[in-house]
């Protein structure tokens, strides 16, 4: 199941002063990830920065430590947005999914991953065997996603708050990332050419 505690070696989710009194989306600069109707993602140097359009203030994440850094968007949702990102260098290659309210600053995370290189020991921080597969968000914040360790695939919901739930589990490939879909907190889903359904929170 997901980690859903970040962690110092992860995201830190902050509003910078002059960020929020002065600059904001139009001050943007670097690899754009999202720019739609309503909000903007832009990857720079040691953030990821996401703002509501045309130019709300700016909430700056950390990347997870390391000298290369990664970063894309898993979904969309309104004001909401889930941010996978990576840090790697010499020793160990950390990974972190986050979503975000781009009007709030609000945040939870739902997948932290650390994997030391051979010779350099156990990680140091949280290493979850699941790492997500297929990702839905909703307007209110709420997650749905697939996650897999190769064998054994789950169904897991988050609510706004970042609370966790298993809604399923079963050998991979039985649950196609294709059947996942999540409208209104209802998750819905095929296990072995079943149809299943759970709200999320419930």
Request: hydrophobic share 40%.
């Amino acid at each position: 199941m997901a980690v859903t505690i970040a962690v110092g070696a992860l995201w830190v989710f902050a509003v910078s002063a002059a960020g929020a009194a002065h600059r904001g989306c139009a001050s943007l600069r670097g690899h754009n990830l999202v720019r739609g109707k309503r909000i903007e993602v832009v990857a720079g140097p040691g953030t990821v920065n996401i703002c509501v359009l045309p130019n709300g203030r700016v909430f700056r994440g950390l990347y997870p430590t390391g000298h290369s850094h990664g970063a894309s968007v898993a979904a969309v949702a309104g004001y909401w947005v889930a941010v996978s990102t990576t840090g790697a260098d010499q020793v160990s290659t950390d990974e972190s999914g986050d979503v975000y309210n781009a009007a709030t600053g609000a945040t939870y995370n739902y997948y932290s991953s650390m994997t030391n290189l051979p010779g350099f020991g156990p990680p140091s921080g949280p290493s979850d065997p699941f790492a997500p597969v297929s990702l839905r968000i909703d307007r209110a914040g709420e997650l749905a996603g697939l996650f897999s360790d190769g064998t054994t695939t789950e169904v897991e919901g988050f609510t706004r708050g970042g609370a966790e739930s298993l809604l399923d589990s079963g050998p991979a490939g039985a649950i196609p990332a294709q059947s996942l879909s999540l409208v209104g907190g209802t998750v819905s889903w095929s296990d072995a050419g079943q149809p299943r359904s759970a709200m999320i929170g419930a």
